[in-house]
C-alpha cells in the first residue's frame, strides 16, 4: 500500500504566483488533514476535512484553499504565494469513526520555497 | 486557546544514557498521542494514551499519562543512535477529535 501520497516533493515559486499541492491516500480514510512544519514551531494545522464534501480551518489558514475531491484526495491551493509560505507541508489521513481516537498517517512532506 | 508544551527543545545524550521529553497541555485531553520524527522524514505514529494514568511500554520506550490528563511524558532507557530525531505530542483540541494540536517537539541527538 502506498498509504499517503503527496506531490509535488519539492517546488520553488516567485512571491505571488500560484500552486497546487496534491495529496493522496489509499487506506480509505474519511479525515484529511494539511499541516505545515517550521523549525521550532511543530506541526500548525492549516485546514482538516472530516468527511468527504467538507472542510473546515485550522490554526493558520490564511493564504491557502482546500478541496475535497473526493474521499481518496485532498489539494492545497496557494493563490499568491508569498515568502512566508517557505514550509515544509504535510497532508495526513486517519479514520475517526470513533472519535478522537486513530492515529494520523503522514505523507512524506512537500518541501516550498518562496523567492 | 489550547497550547501544547514540550520541554525540553532540545536533548543532547551519549549513546546509553537515558532521555526523557515532557509534554504539558493547558487544557485536559481525552487521548494524547506520541510521534517521531527522523531528520529529513514525516512524523509516524508511535503510541496514543487514553486512560488517566495509563503507562504503555514499547522495549526502551515508557510512555505515562498524567492522572490529570493534561500532561504527558516519554522516557527511552539506555538511548541508541537510531533513537534521533524530534519527538512530538498531540492531543485532540475538541472531543470531536477531527483538529490535532501538536506540541513544538523535543529534538533528540544521540552522540555515538
Known amino acids: 500500500n502506498a498509504g499517503v501520497t503527496q506531490t509535488p516533493k519539492f517546488q520553488v515559486l516567485k512571491t505571488g504566483q500560484s500552486m497546487t499541492l496534491q495529496c493522496a491516500q489509499d487506506?480509505?480514510?474519511?479525515?484529511m488533514y494539511w499541516y505545515r512544519q517550521d523549525p521550532g514551531m511543530g506541526l500548525r494545522l492549516i485546514y482538516y476535512?472530516?468527511?468527504?464534501?467538507?472542510?473546515d480551518k485550522g490554526e493558520v489558514p490564511n493564504g491557502y484553499n482546500v478541496s475535497r475531491l473526493n474521499k481518496r484526495e485532498f489539494s492545497l491551493r496557494l493563490e499568491s504565494a508569498a515568502p512566508s509560505q517557505t514550509s515544509v507541508y504535510f497532508c495526513a489521513s486517519r479514520w475517526t469513526r470513533s472519535g478522537p481516537t486513530g492515529e494520523l498517517f503522514f505523507g512524506e512532506g512537500s518541501r516550498l520555497t518562496v523567492l | 486557546g489550547q497550547q501544547v508544551m514540550q520541554i525540553p527543545q532540545y536533548q543532547h545524550v551519549q549513546e546509553g544514557e537515558d532521555f526523557t521529553t515532557y509534554c504539558n497541555s493547558s487544557?485536559?485531553?481525552?487521548?494524547i498521542q506520541w510521534y517521531k520524527q527522523r531528520p529529513g522524514g514525516h512524523p509516524v505514529f508511535l503510541i496514543q494514551l487514553v486512560k488517566s494514568g495509563e503507562v504503555k511500554k514499547q522495549k526502551r520506550l515508557t510512555f505515562q499519562f498524567g492522572e490529570a490528563k493534561k500532561n504527558s511524558s516519554l522516557h527511552i532507557t539506555a538511548t541508541q543512535t537510531t533513537d534521533v530525531g524530534t519527538y512530538f505530542c498531540?492531543?485532540?483540541?475538541?472531543?470531536?477529535?477531527?483538529?490535532?494540536?501538536f506540541g513544538p517537539g523535543t529534538r533528540l541527538s544521540v552522540l555515538p
Open positions: 487506506m480509505n480514510h474519511n479525515s
Open positions: 487544557t485536559t485531553l481525552s487521548n
Open positions: 476535512s472530516a468527511s468527504e464534501g467538507t472542510t
Open positions: 498531540a492531543g485532540p483540541k475538541d472531543n470531536y477529535g477531527q483538529n490535532f494540536v
